[in-house]
């Protein structure tokens, strides 16, 4: 190939990764402090105020751009880490599920159940049951 071919073929990846960023969204930057930000804090309350102060943006403009980046509200995206995290806490840990449910941040067993099954159509205690399987080192549920 020659320069000019590899120029041209340069800058077409270059535009080509450019439009895959959301227009109006978090930049990569922001995306990544955010995500880290929500990552390390799953056990406490994570207001919008703060990931808006993280990125630098106003509290609206950053709820418009979260959405446009992650593809729901941050308050949507949280709920969704922190049923992540009970799921894989009820797989690899013999924790009652109340200790699961302070640990990713809930109020209480109560409100991971109610959560847990609007999201997954079935009770913790009904899932880990149906998706654990004796391979996993030290679980035994009773």
Known sequence: M?????TS????DARSQTTAIARGGLA???ARLVEAHIDGNLDRNITVDELAALTRLSVSHFGRAFKQSFGASPHVFITG?????????MLTTQEPLS????TVGLADQS?????????MGE???????AH???TQPGIALH
């Not at 200790?99 to 302070?102: D, G, N």
């Not at 409100?111 to 999201?119: A, D, I, K, N």
């Open 2 to 6: 020659n320069a000019s071919k590899i």
């Open 9 to 12: 073929a340069r800058a077409q």
């Open 28 to 30: 990569p930057w922001q």
């Open 81 to 89: 880490e922190r049923l992540a995290l009970a799921r894989e806490l």
């Open 99 to 102: 200790h699961i449910a302070l």
């Open 111 to 119: 409100h991971l159940s109610r959560l847990f099954r609007q999201h």
């Open 123 to 129: 009770t913790p205690f009904a899932w880990r049951r």
């Open 132 to 134: 654990w399987t004796p």
